[in-house]
């Protein structure tokens, strides 16, 4: 597969790069990935690691600390540790979906402020639009953020968070004007020592275990004046932008951990025997094994496609692109989860055991059609535009 790559239209260096990460995925994440999904921890250490070799430096620009690559391989490089570990390439997800909106909305001294820091991995960073009662409807959030004087004042919650509790700045979405509809949102940037701003339920989850999710909790929560990330009522434009340039990090999620559950069940098909022969040789599943070969490669041209069109937007910005965004992203997640599916089914009663990774591939799995805008949202997205 990583010869392939190159035919996607990567340069010599961005090949390099892939390499290492899918290197790096292969030693390090692999060995660990059962490991994190049973004890549930972050796994700092390979953030470390991560971090070291330039990993989260990738979807942030050259002038703030970055390495400015192409969103193709940022998507790709999602792919590579989502292939060994789903958890661990959320570590590069939840990083560049928090850091979008300030390259995209920062000012200047936002961007020098906390982008270096990002790229750098030394903070981690969380994007909280969700609340309990607001989830795909997030126009309707509560959370409120009141101005007194020089600073704004935050009461509310947000729940499901990525990152919560971890990350050292929040871009936190909460009502300014209550009247103004979406219009009335605005987008702040918290950071974890902010008075009145505390962690609430961690979630126990079902996959993505090495992933910290949690509620977070505004109690008259002061943040300054200028933590405004551009401007007053700008948030929902701001939020919305954000998930159209990051859906097709979690389409390459998705696209990641399908693609190491189809491989790992591809050597034990062909190494199991049963009949006098190894189970690889019956038509029926061969069969299978084809309509999942040729998914995986529609969903990952649908992935790269959105991917090279963000890129290309960058130089013609009139250019659009939520509803390939959408479509890499309910495709790839929905493919995906059949994908592993029936690798799962490959193993037989195997499969079912946790000894073996198709158990855990087959619950990591299972969020993609669910966040970043459940896969319902994405048909909205996307009749909305055919529909244009
Ligand atoms: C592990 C995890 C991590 C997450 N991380 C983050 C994060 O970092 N930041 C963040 O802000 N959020 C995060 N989320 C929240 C996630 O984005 C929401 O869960 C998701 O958007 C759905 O919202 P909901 O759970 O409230 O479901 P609901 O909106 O209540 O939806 C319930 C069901 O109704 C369907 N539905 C809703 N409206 C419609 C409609 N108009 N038409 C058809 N069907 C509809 C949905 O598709 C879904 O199937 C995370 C969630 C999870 C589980």
New binding site residues.
């Given amino acids: 597969m990583t010869s392939r790559k190159a035919s996607y239209g990567l340069n010599e260096d961005e090949q390099e790069m892939i390499n290492v990460v899918r290197e790096f995925a292969e030693q390090h994440v692999a060995p660990r990935a059962a490991e994190i999904d049973q004890s549930g921890q972050f796994p700092w250490d390979l953030k470390e690691q991560m971090a070291e070799l330039d990993f989260l430096a990738l979807p942030f620009p050259s002038a703030y600390g970055g390495i400015g690559a192409s969103d193709l391989l940022v998507v790709m490089a999602v792919e590579e540790l989502a292939r060994r570990c789903a958890s661990t390439s959320l570590v590069l997800g ?1 990083q560049t ?2 850091g979008t909106p300030i390259v995209l909305f920062g000012n200047e001294q936002q961007k020098h402020y906390y982008l270096p820091r990002l790229a750098k991995g030394e903070w981690l960073a ?5 609340e ?1 009662e ?5 126009g309707s959030m509560r959370t409120t953020a009141v101005k007194k004087g020089d600073v704004y004042v935050l009461n509310g919650s ?7 509790g971890l990350a050292q700045v929040t871009v936190v979405f909460a009502r300014t004007d209550p009247q103004a509809g979406t219009r009335g949102i605005t987008a702040f940037l918290v950071e974890k020592d902010a008075p009145g701003f505390s962690v609430g339920k961690v ?1 126990h ?1 079902m996959g ?1 275990r090495g ?1 910290q ?1 949690t509620e977070l909790v505004f109690t008259d929560c002061e943040v300054p004046a200028d933590a405004i990330l551009g401007r007053e009522g700008d948030g929902f434009k701001i939020a919305m932008a954000t998930l159209d340039r990051t859906r097709p990090c979690v389409a390459a999620q998705a696209l990641g951990i399908a693609q190491g559950a189809f491989e790992y069940a591809l050597e034990y098909l062909k190494t199991r025997t049963q009949f006098g022969k190894p189970i690889a040789d019956q038509q029926g599943i061969q069969f299978m094994v084809a309509e999942m070969a040729t998914e995986l490669e529609a969903a990952r041209l649908l992935v790269y496609r959105a991917a090279m069109l963000i890129d290309r937007s960058q130089d013609e910005p009139d250019l659009r692109f939520s509803q390939e965004s959408a479509m890499a992203k309910m495709y790839a997640s929905e493919t995906a989860v059949r994908v592993v599916d029936r690798a799962l089914q490959f193993l037989g009663g195997y499969g079912y055991m946790t000894e073996y990774p198709l158990e855990r591939m087959y619950r990591d799995v299972r ?1 993609t059609p ?8 994405q ?2 997205v996307i009749a909305r535009e055919a529909l244009r």
């Avoid at 969380?126 to 969700?130: D, E, F, N, S, V």
């Avoid at 607001?134 to 997030?138: L, R, V």
């Avoid at 947000?158 to 919560?164: E, L, Q």
């Fill in positions: 939840a979906l928090a969380a994007y909280a639009l969700t309990p607001a989830g795909s409807d997030a947000k729940h499901f968070i990525t990152n919560g979630e989850k993505i992933s999710t969020i669910i966040y970043e805008g459940t896969n319902q949202i048909r909205l």
